[in-house]
T-cell receptor, first 112, second 113 residues
């Protein structure tokens, strides 16, 4: 089983739709979780950290389910500019040496 | 402007010809890392460094070398490149303390013929 698994997509959704991605992780000791966004041929950039209580940033909501070992990203009112690949990132520790494991990404295409 | 820079951005080379990809950050970060990204495999860590003169292997270190003589620079060296090292390479840095995000360089596309 992969350490971090994501559905590669692509998810093709119309503008204004709500879309959700899940990411499962195998290491139950994981402590730090992130969602990164990567545009085609560009570097990954942090979208948001994922906290135990869940967190929201505008149209984006991230959730953590430790019992089932997955994190989720919800995007409301999708914009064309949301088209990108979304990478799930998991780390077994916080601070210090942080070995992060990246998922292979979920591709989102928002259609006019 | 806080940033991570990589050079070159694009490189075509031939098997066996030694090359170096430079990485530099201006944020005084202790931690630096190299990744390669391949279709279907995601980002995989090659080497990382927790500070000057402190480096260690990541998940896919074979065929690569690194050095950390200065805090700001972390070059990636391919002593004898092979076609299976054709990939997109990213350098990243972050402070050692806390959970701060990693800052990535713009990437280097390498083609080994």
């Amino acid at each position: 089983r992969k350490e971090v698994e994501q559905d590669p997509g692509p998810f093709n959704v119309p503008e204004g739709a709500t879309v959700a991605f899940n990411c499962t992780y195998s290491n139950s000791a994981s402590q730090s979780f992130f969602w990164y966004r990567q545009d085609c041929r560009k570097e990954p950039k942090l979208l948001m950290s994922v906290y135990s209580s869940g967190n929201e940033d505008g149209r984006f909501t991230a959730q953590l389910n430790r019992a089932s070992q997955y994190i989720s990203l919800l995007i409301r009112d999708s914009k064309l500019s949301d088209s990108a690949t979304y990478l799930c990132v998991v780390s077994p520790n916080s601070g210090g040496y942080q070995k992060v494991t990246f998922g292979t990404g979920t591709k989102l295409q928002v259609i006019p | 402007e806080a940033q991570v820079t990589q050079n070159p951005r694009y490189l075509i080379t031939v098997t066996g010809k030694k090359l170096t990809v430079t990485c530099s950050q201006n944020m005084n970060h202790e931690y630096m890392s190299w990744y390669r990204q391949d279709p279907g495999l995601g980002l995989r860590q090659i080497y990382y460094s927790m500070n000057v003169e402190v480096t260690d292997k990541g998940d896919v270190p074979e065929g690569y070398k690194v050095s950390r003589k200065e805090k700001r620079n972390f070059p990636l060296i391919l002593e004898s490149p092979s076609p299976n090292q054709t990939s997109l390479y990213f350098c990243a840095s972050r402070p050692l303390a806390g959970q701060e995000t990693q800052y990535f360089g713009p990437g280097t596309r390498l083609l080994v013929l």
